[in-house]
């Protein structure tokens, strides 16, 4: 089955320690993308990766970090969670950038 | 002023209504449009997809895109409890690497 596979679901953590949300996507897809969606302000880009070892800032990208060391997977890194940055996070990918994006189930991080 | 503008509600609507859904926009280069449908503790849906102007119809679902507006349009005939979610609509601008999205409507079709 075509997916996007993000892990864990749900992370509840504590200021300042360093977590890492996971994603893999099995479509071969060059492109993907994370995402954090708040209440009121929708959907907006962290960061992007065109390919493997190609990445750039989205929109929102402070406090995060990504990298993109083979095709299928471009964790998201927070070195230093702040409270802030508690939000529901997507991965996406697609084929090129401007076709149908597909979505995890996302991950709910609580950050105290 | 926001990109994209979506109006949050909710929208609450009997079972078999017409639904309107709208996104208003500032950038003139965006040429791809999109509608993605989310369920509760699920990811994005691709629902509709257009590019440039015109309308695109998909069995209850029609989009329209009115770009001299910049006025973006979702309908839903014959709406059913099934399509209780929140609809983002979603655009891009040829060259660009970015989708930008409306804040979502949530809509609630009551049985």
């Known amino acids: 089955e075509a997916q996007v596979t993000q892990n864990p679901r749900y992370l509840i953590t504590v200021t300042g320690k360093k977590l890492t949300v996971t994603c893999s996507q099995n479509?071969?897809?060059?492109?993907m993308s994370w995402y954090r969606q708040d209440p009121g302000l929708g959907l907006r880009q962290i960061y992007y990766?065109?390919?493997?070892?190609?990445?750039d800032k989205g929109d929102v990208p402070e406090g995060y970090k990504v990298s993109r060391k083979e095709k299928r997977n471009f964790p998201l890194i927070l070195e230093s969670p702040s409270p802030n940055q508690t939000s529901l996070y997507f991965c996406?990918?697609?084929?090129?950038?401007?076709?149908?994006?597909?979505f995890g189930n996302g991950t709910r991080l609580t950050v105290t | 002023q926001k990109e994209v503008e979506q109006d949050p509600g909710p929208l609450s609507v009997p079972e078999g209504a017409i639904v309107s859904l709208n996104c208003t926009y500032s950038?003139?280069?965006?040429?791809?449009f999109m509608w993605y449908r989310q369920y509760s503790r699920k990811g994005p849906e691709l629902l509709m997809y257009?590019?440039?102007?015109g309308n695109k119809e998909d069995g209850r679902f029609t989009a329209q895109v009115d770009k001299s507006s910049k006025y973006i349009s979702l309908f839903i005939r014959d709406s059913q409890p099934s399509d209780s979610a929140t609809y983002l609509c979603?655009?891009?601008?040829?060259?660009?690497?970015?989708?930008?999205f409306g804040a979502g409507t949530r809509l609630f079709v009551k049985a």
């Open positions: 996406a990918s697609s084929l090129e950038t401007k076709r149908e994006l597909h």
């Open positions: 479509m071969n897809h060059e492109y």
């Open positions: 990766s065109m390919n493997v070892e190609v990445t």
């Open positions: 950038n003139s280069a965006f040429q791809y």
């Open positions: 257009t590019y440039s102007s």
């Open positions: 979603a655009m891009s601008a040829p060259g660009g690497f970015k989708t930008i």
